[in-house]
């Protein structure tokens, strides 16, 4: 299965993707969920960045947030409103929302 | 003829909860409630930004270039404008990354005086433990 799930909080969500199993993974971070995209507590990055997926970010949510994508990682690909559309009818077959 | 101390104290993320702005609306409110108190009763509100809610002072919000609403960083400045304290935790700063730099610090462009005090948490301590009133949000 190709699943795309949606992050929309900064906070407890790890657990629950951890139990995500899926042949592709793609994990859209938007709303309060940029925050991983962005901040590192005691220099560290989210520990939601550490699995085995691709990364997208919402640029809106980024600027809404006075956050620009200079500090995103090269491994996360800042994306549109236009761009999440083409994610869920062109790469994956499902969607999840955290 | 009393004060009345309140401490806001906004511990989660700005946007989604909108729990920091209901803070500051709270808090700026002060000025509208002081015309229903007795003559000489005062109210002082402070806000204290600590844990994740100081990611709420980041400066360049566009929430209303993106979305149409007003940003964090808006009611921060009203807040500043209005003569509140407004304190932020200076090792939960650090404890992000985030620099003066990158946080506002004031609300020149709006003709305020007041400026946002980069504060350690004991000063948070202390100012809770000098309120009437301690509001969570």
């Keep these: ?98 | 003829m009393a004060d009345k101390k309140l401490a806001f104290i906004v511990q989660r993320t700005p946007y989604k909860s909108e729990n920091p702005k209901l803070a500051l609306t709270h808090a700026i409110s002060y000025q509208t409630v002081e015309i229903l108190l007795e003559d000489g009763d005062t109210v002082t509100p402070t806000v204290c930004l600590v844990g994740d809610g100081v990611i709420a002072c980041l400066k360049d919000q566009k929430a209303m270039e993106t979305y149409g609403i007003t940003s964090t960083e808006m009611h921060l400045k009203s807040a500043l404008l209005v003569d509140l304290d407004v304190m932020v935790c200076k090792e939960d700063l650090d404890r992000f990354g985030i620099s003066e730099s990158m946080i506002v610090l004031d609300a020149e462009d709006m003709g305020a005086d007041k400026k946002i005090q980069i504060v350690p948490f004991a000063s948070i301590v202390e100012t809770i433990k000098n309120a009437n009133h301690v509001l969570f949000f």
């Excluded at chain 1, 220099?43 to 990364?55: E, F, I, T, V």
């Excluded at chain 1, 809404?64 to 761009?83: M, W």
């Design chain 1, 1 to 98: 299965m190709k699943l795309a799930v949606f992050v929309s909080d900064y906070r407890l969500n790890v657990d629950t993707l951890d139990r995500l199993t899926s042949a592709k993974l793609g994990i859209i971070l938007v709303q309060n969920g940029v925050y991983h995209a962005t901040l590192k507590e005691n220099g560290k990055p989210s520990s939601l960045l550490g699995k085995n997926a691709d990364y997208y970010v919402l640029m809106d949510d980024l600027e809404t947030r006075g956050l620009g994508s200079a500090t995103i990682d090269d491994n996360i690909k800042v994306i549109s409103y236009g761009d999440i559309v083409d994610l869920i009818f062109n790469e994956y077959e499902k969607t999840a929302w955290l």
